[in-house]
């Protein structure tokens, strides 16, 4: 067991591109949370996935983010056309527990910087 | 009103005082919460959960509850400088789809 896994560390893109974050989640979890975190907040909920299903999307996830958990295993979180306010820490977490009661585990997260 | 709120920062002590830190929260159906610590440009890691009324200590922590005035604290004794991080406070009402809620984080600053 080696914990949740992001990939990349760290991106810096122009602003309009296109970006791809990955998530390797603890092998034995079924729940995969996606974040976001700006400078001086707390995390915020993006999406949650239990295996391959997207069970929820917050109004933060507009039309240029996208998120998929093909065969329930790692997660990709895309943002199309990105914007300088998408500028954030992304976060990834997974659980064994669906009531999330025992709280999670995060990954290392993926600091983007749009320029 | 804020779903998880958390005093406003920064918060300094010197080393070796107690630090108290503070949550509310505005759903009375939570059932879980939560303290994670955050060091600057790292994320968040769990250190302690608390589930029913009073405290629950761990070392040098202790995790304080009460549901009816929907109130969540965090006390570190003989606070270290090490300790200096954002304290994030997570809620989950279970009928959210087990997600946690978070507030803004405090951050501590602990003196030498």
């Known amino acids: 067991d080696t914990g949740v896994s992001q990939d990349p560390r760290h991106k810096i893109t122009k602003r309009g591109q296109n970006v791809t974050f990955r998530c390797d989640p603890i092998?034995?979890?079924?729940?995969l949370y996606w974040y976001r975190q700006t400078l001086g907040q707390g995390p915020e909920f993006l999406t949650y996935f239990q295996n391959e299903a997207q069970l929820e999307k917050s109004r933060l996830l507009s039309d240029r983010f996208s998120a998929e958990r093909p065969k329930g295993s790692f997660s990709t979180l895309e943002i199309q056309r990105t914007e300088q306010g998408d500028s954030a820490m992304y976060l990834c977490?997974?659980?064994?527990?669906?009531?999330?009661?025992?709280?999670?585990?995060f990954g290392s997260g993926t600091r983007l910087t749009v320029v | 009103q804020k779903e998880v709120e958390q005093n406003s920062g920064p918060l300094s002590v010197p080393e070796g005082a107690i630090a108290s830190l503070n949550c509310t929260y505005s759903?009375?159906?939570?059932?879980?919460f939560f303290w994670y610590r955050q060091y600057s440009g790292k994320s968040p890691e769990l250190i302690m959960s608390?589930?029913?009324?009073g405290d629950k200590e761990d070392g040098r922590f202790t995790a304080q509850l009460n549901k009816a005035s929907q109130y969540v604290s965090l006390l570190i004794r003989d606070s270290q400088p090490s300790d200096s991080a954002t304290y994030l406070c997570?809620?989950?009402?279970?009928?959210?789809?087990?997600?946690?809620?978070f507030g803004q984080g405090t951050e501590l600053s602990v003196k030498p």
């Open positions: 977490a997974s659980s064994a527990d669906p009531q999330g009661y025992y709280g999670y585990t």
């Open positions: 759903d009375r159906g939570s059932q879980s």
């Open positions: 997570a809620v989950n009402t279970h009928n959210q789809g087990g997600k946690l809620i």
């Open positions: 092998s034995e979890h079924n729940r």
């Open positions: 608390i589930y029913s009324n």
